[in-house]
């Protein structure tokens, strides 16, 4: 597993340098090991959620940046809401569930079944740290998964 200081190997990802330093200082306990590895999965989840935004597997464009654009003030159980949404099968999905949340798609391997990571409170600034979907956006995602692949 990589260190918690990355040292990322082009200037594309310096956004997510910029981005992992903010969101580890929202842990309750940022040098706890548990807060790490929560954190790792947390960057590996939303770097596949901005991967399959720009790769068209959530459907809609924009769709995970403008569901975390709609509910700023409540991002944390935001996306505690659909990463549960993500590990379960539409048919085992709560039947009432808004209808924006329910048009994101199961997503089979795992990735998000572990239910236990810590995710921490995620203020307006956190959220704005996002970026839209777009080409640059795409380059950033791709360096990150490979970068982050060589991590975990």
Not at 112 to 133: K, Y
Request: hydrophobic share 40%; charged share 30%.
């Amino acid at each position: 597993m990589c260190e918690r200081k990355w040292r990322f190997p082009c200037k594309q990802v310096n956004w997510w340098a910029f981005s992992d330093d903010a969101l580890l200082k929202q842990y309750k306990d940022p040098g706890d090991q548990e807060t790490l590895k929560s954190l790792n999965m947390l960057c590996v989840r939303l770097v596949f959620c901005l991967y399959a935004e720009d790769a068209g597997i959530f459907g809609g464009h924009g769709m995970f940046h403008n569901s975390l654009q709609a509910h700023q003030s409540e991002a944390r159980r935001a996306l505690i809401d659909l990463f549960k949404v993500l590990d379960t099968k539409p048919e085992d999905r709560d039947p009432y569930m808004d209808d924006d949340l329910a048009a994101f798609p199961y997503v089979n391997g795992g990735l998000f079944a572990n239910e236990s990571i810590i995710i921490p409170r995620l203020d307006e600034a956190i959220v704005d740290l996002i970026p839209e979907p777009g080409q640059r956006r795409l380059r950033l995602v791709r360096n990150l998964a490979h970068y982050l692949r060589r991590c975990l």
